[in-house]
């Protein structure tokens, strides 16, 4: 069976399966896109599926209120290995529509690249899944199990909460989240690491109500000055995330991530410093990183000559694997409480917290993904961190404490997921396919 020739036959398929899906408005969230089309996405995923041997493809409702998509195909032997299969399909909200070169919602190819939300982060993963399977065809060695979500984006954790209470149904040898990608297009990798978060809003409050700056500031205590200033002991002069209580000292042992080719995946403009004393591997992957996401404040246009009574701010907080969400939430908000200067009053309140991840990798599944990535891609498996949080492989970790979960997936830094401009190498959708169809023979 030649499954590369199988797989560049296919791609024809993919880019029709691929504009049908980014056409439905995935967002699960119906004050922004009607529910319907998440409805409409999940049962897409079932009838696609069913098409390939999943007969018993079906909508689950989950705690959220988002349908996930399970069902199981049968190699025909009791005793091969089971491979659960994950991806989502819902997407991030587009942001601004005028930022966008291509229509969000209409599966564009330009410069070599397929654009539009969630043709990477995560559409192109069920894509690559159903390529893989296709590709493989009657001759499947090992039993397989799915589930794909519909609410990753929200972090509402409808799956995570269905999967606890239907462990039986999802228990597999091993469980490939296909929600993350490559170091680069052509190079392979795996994700080991994620890293948690804690999210926060701090508010500062200094006085009953705005106050005439002439007549009363230079003494009246100043909410917004009081924040900024407390935000700014976060970071050392160097950029390093400085959260008393916790380690910023800790560095990485997986494959590094060149401060240049950070530079480009980034944008940073020129002449601007990248943050921290570590490597760029360290400050992503290994240490927290405390991000300022928004502030409450007068805008510019509109604002008085007045001192601010009341202020806030959202703050994301990332921690690398080994630092525990509550030990962390509970540093930042001491943190937070003992740098608002002027005895100003200060409330943080958190809205969410996510555990860390760390993969066990020197099971026969990382082995067979080696050596399928290896003959897909003809470049040797990388290993990698990423610095964002999915909640659901802790879950699946303590359900499943002997499984080997493998992260991988087509997205990659030009992807640019959760951005306008959403885009999808195509080339990296027929590799993966053909590393999974690959990983699925050698694992048997």
């Known amino acids: 069976m030649d499954l590369r020739r199988s797989i560049a036959d296919l791609m024809p398929t993919a880019w029709d399966e691929l504009s049908d899906l980014v056409a439905l408005r995935s967002v699960a969230d119906p004050r922004q896109f009607p529910a319907e089309e998440c409805e409409r996405a999940a049962q897409w995923v079932v009838d696609r599926f069913t098409g390939v041997g999943f007969a018993?493809?079906?909508?689950?409702?989950?705690?959220?209120?988002?349908?996930?998509?399970?069902?199981?195909?049968s190699c025909g032997r009791a005793d091969a290995p089971t491979v659960l299969l994950y991806a989502h399909y819902d997407v991030q909200p587009p942001l601004d529509d005028q930022a966008w070169r291509t229509p969000p919602f209409e599966l564009t190819a330009t410069e070599g690249?397929?654009?539009?939300?969630?043709?990477?982060?995560?559409?192109?993963?069920?894509?690559?899944?159903?390529?893989?399977?296709?590709?493989?065809?009657?001759?499947?060695?090992?039993?397989?199990k799915l589930v794909v979500e519909g609410s990753e984006e929200q972090g509402t954790g409808g799956l995570e909460a269905y999967v606890t209470e239907h462990a039986d149904q999802?228990?597999?040898?091993?469980?490939?989240?296909?929600d993350t990608g490559n170091a680069a297009v052509g190079h392979p990798a795996v994700t080991v690491s994620l890293r948690g978060m804690v999210n926060v809003v701090v508010t500062t409050?200094?006085?009953?109500?705005?106050?005439?700056?002439?007549?009363?500031?230079?003494?009246?205590?100043?909410?917004?000055a009081a924040l900024v200033a407390a935000l700014a002991t976060l970071r050392d002069a160097r950029g390093n995330t400085v959260v008393t209580g916790l380690d910023s000292t800790r560095t990485w042992s997986g494959a590094p991530y060149p401060p240049e080719q950070f530079r480009s995946d980034a944008g940073v403009l020129d002449g601007v410093e990248l943050l921290g004393d570590g490597s760029v591997s360290d400050m992503l992957w290994a240490r927290p990183a405390v991000t300022i996401l928004g502030i409450d404040?007068?805008?510019?246009?509109?604002?008085?000559?007045?001192?601010?009574?009341?202020?806030?701010?959202?703050?994301?907080?990332?921690?690398?694997?080994?630092?525990?969400?509550?030990?962390a939430r509970d540093a930042l908000v001491a943190h937070l409480e003992a740098a608002v200067p002027w005895g100003v009053r200060c409330m943080v309140e958190t809205e969410a917290t996510g555990s860390p991840f760390a993969a066990a990798t020197d099971g026969p599944a990382y082995r067979a993904?080696?050596?399928?990535?290896?003959?897909?891609?003809?470049?040797?498996?990388?290993?990698?961190?990423?610095?964002g949080s999915i909640p659901l492989c802790n879950v699946l970790a303590e359900l499943y404490p002997d499984a080997e979960i493998v992260l991988m997936g087509v997205e990659e830094p030009l992807a640019l997921?959760?951005?306008?401009?959403?885009?999808v190498d195509p080339s990296e959708i027929a590799s993966m396919a053909l590393a999974e169809a690959l990983f699925l023979q050698h694992y048997a």
Not at 133 to 143: E, F, H, I, Q, T
Not at 314 to 327: C, T
Request: charged content about 20%; aromatic content about 2%.
């Open 56 to 73: 018993d493809a079906r909508l689950e409702p989950t705690p959220d209120g988002s349908m996930a998509v399970v069902g199981s195909r």
């Open 113 to 144: 690249r397929w654009y539009g939300r969630g043709s990477a982060d995560c559409k192109g993963n069920i894509v690559m899944h159903l390529a893989a399977l296709r590709a493989l065809g009657d001759d499947l060695p090992v039993n397989l």
């Open 170 to 178: 999802l228990r597999a040898d091993a469980i490939l989240v296909c």
């Open 205 to 224: 409050e200094s006085s009953t109500s705005e106050l005439h700056s002439g007549m009363f500031g230079g003494a009246a205590p100043d909410a917004l």
């Open 297 to 327: 404040c007068p805008p510019v246009v509109g604002s008085a000559a007045a001192v601010v009574p009341r202020a806030a701010a959202r703050l994301n907080l990332r921690i690398p694997p080994g630092v525990s969400p509550d030990a």
């Open 369 to 387: 993904m080696a050596t399928a990535m290896q003959e897909a891609y003809g470049v040797a498996m990388s290993r990698l961190g990423q610095g």
């Open 417 to 423: 997921i959760h951005a306008p401009n959403e885009s």
